[in-house]
Nanobody, 115 residues
Framework: QVQLVESGGGLVQPGGSLRLSCAAS?????MGWHRQAPGKERELVAA???????DYTDSVKGRVTISRDNAKNTLYLQMNSLKPEDTAVYYC????????????WGQGTQVTVSS
């Protein structure tokens, strides 16, 4: 059973930075970060393949970097120039090879961007 545990969330000032981490158990193909802000639907923020190819939603391009350390089975999300609209619960996610849907989820970590 794949388990995902996020860490690194918290309160940050606008323009500040946070680095989220996700420790994964088991072998996982693709990994990503989703977020859900109050009153909004869950959205994919970034995804990365086993080989390291990233993909980002338009709202975070240029401010966010997703990476993974396969040896440590850990996923990262470096977020810079944070804005209040980035406030959300961020979820680590994963899917097996060939799966169309994300089938593994972490418990979520709160990111609050506020002065």
């Amino acid at each position: 059973q794949v388990q995902l545990v996020e860490s690194g969330g918290g309160l940050v000032q606008p323009g500040g930075s946070l680095r989220l981490s996700c420790a994964a158990s088991g072998t996982i193909f693709s990994m990503g970060w989703h977020r859900q802000a109050p009153g909004k639907e869950r959205e994919l923020v970034a995804a990365i393949t086993w080989s390291g190819k990233p993909d980002y939603t338009d709202s975070v391009k240029g401010r966010v970097t997703i990476s993974r350390d396969n040896a440590k089975n850990t996923l990262y999300l470096q977020m810079n120039s944070l804005k209040p609209e980035d406030t959300a619960v961020y979820y680590c996610s994963a899917r097996d090879f060939g799966h169309l849907r994300w089938n593994y989820w972490g418990q979520g970590t709160q990111v609050t961007v506020s002065s």
